[in-house]
Each structure stands twice: as structure tokens, then as C-alpha cells.
């Protein structure tokens, strides 16, 4: 039910820095977990990071852990990932997800998907 739509992707040398946004209809952000996912040509889609309805509770794929941050705005209806020393690697279309739950953690399961921003990054 919940719509989900990306923006902030773009193209990047390698070592810069992009800051991804997510925003979410409805009034009931605060019900959901979100997430954020990629996917590369060629490859599968893979988790990237995720966090608690609270904000309180945060993962990371390791290969972005201590390069990415995810955060969230619940008043703004808004998630971010702000990416920093970005890397050829981190090239791939990056999703938005929402799962909604009255739990703390993050759930396995995502329900709702956006339709993707590109982030490019260049050697």
C-alpha cells in the first residue's frame, strides 16, 4: 500500500559522496522498517542497510559498513543513505523498501519496493 519513490542517484568519480532519499505516502511511516537494496547488472538484488521503525536499531551490509549511513525522518515521511567514499563496485540501481511491523528490530521481509535510482560511480 505504501508508495516509495527514490531520487538523489547520479553519476560520481570514485571517492565522492551521494546522499539518497526515499519518500513514503501515507501517515503510518512510523510503522514501517526500511531498508535499502541494490542490484547490479548481472547480479542479484542484495540488502544494503536497514532500520527500525525507532531509528534506534541499524544494519549494515559489510561491504558499505563505515562507508554508508542510513537514517530516517519520521516527520518528513523520508529515509536517507548517505554514501561516502564511494567506489566502482557501488555501482547499481538502488532500491527503496518498507516492511511494516510493530516490532523494534528490522524484519526479514520487505513488502513494499520503490522503482530504483542509478548511482554510477566512475574510476
Not at 505516502?25 to 527500525?52: C, D, L, N
Not at 567506489?87 to 528490530?105: F, I, Q, W
Amino acid at each position: 500500500q505504501v508508495q516509495l519513490v527514490e531520487s538523489g542517484g547520479g553519476l560520481v568519480q570514485a571517492g565522492g559522496s551521494l546522499r539518497l532519499s526515499c519518500a513514503a505516502s501515507g501517515r503510518t511511516f512510523s510503522s514501517y522498517a526500511m531498508g535499502w537494496f541494490r542490484q547490479a547488472p548481472g547480479k542479484e538484488r542484495e540488502f544494503v542497510a536497514g532500520i527500525s521503525r525507532s531509528g534506534l536499531t541499524i544494519s549494515y551490509a559489510d561491504s558499505v559498513k563505515g562507508r554508508f549511513t542510513i537514517s530516517r525522518d519520521n516527520a518528513k515521511n523520508t529515509v536517507y543513505l548517505q554514501m561516502n567514499s564511494l567506489k566502482p563496485e557501488d555501482t547499481a540501481v538502488y532500491y527503496c523498501a518498507s516492511a511494516r511491523t510493530t516490532g523494534r528490530g528490522i524484519p526479514a521481509d520487505f513488502g513494499s519496493w520503490g522503482q530504483g535510482t542509478q548511482v554510477t560511480v566512475s574510476s
